[in-house]
């Protein structure tokens, strides 16, 4: 089984060494050959979230933001969730980021932080 930073490398390989929009393989055509449901990285950040205890106080407070805060660009996403946990791969931040995304290409503060709950409110 590989690492999440060596299926970074190999999608990265495969595609042209960063992910070129007009590659053979897209992002979305890999995650769904390369992830399970058990590596859905949704599910993997609630898995987290729940062996480290965190409720919705502390992972605001390890990510250091607020519940109403601005929304997130992908750089700030993964920046933020790298607070949370700095092992996390590009190729899981991304793909997490698309799956909460909203129709501008953004993630709010408190759909992350429910989400990574497996909360609705």
């Known amino acids: 089984m590989l690492t999440a930073p060596e ?12 992910m070129v929009p007009n590659t053979l393989l897209s992002l979305h055509q890999w995650q769904k ?7 859905n990285p949704l ?13 919705k106080e502390s992972i605001l407070k390890a990510i250091e933001m607020k519940l109403w805060g601005p929304e997130m660009d992908i750089h700030q996403f993964k920046k933020t969730l ?3 946990e700095p092992t996390l791969s590009d ?3 991304s793909n997490l980021f698309e ?9 709010e503060v ?7 709950c497996g909360t609705t409110h």
């Open 7 to 18: 299926i970074d490398y190999l999608f990265d390989t495969i595609t042209g060494f960063k």
């Open 33 to 39: 050959k390369v992830l399970d449901e058990k590596g």
């Open 43 to 55: 599910q993997v950040m609630r898995t987290l979230v729940k062996k480290q205890g965190l409720d």
């Open 82 to 84: 790298r607070r949370l």
């Open 91 to 93: 190729f899981m931040l």
């Open 99 to 107: 799956r909460l995304g909203n129709k501008e290409g953004k993630v």
């Open 110 to 116: 408190e759909n992350m932080v429910l989400n990574l």
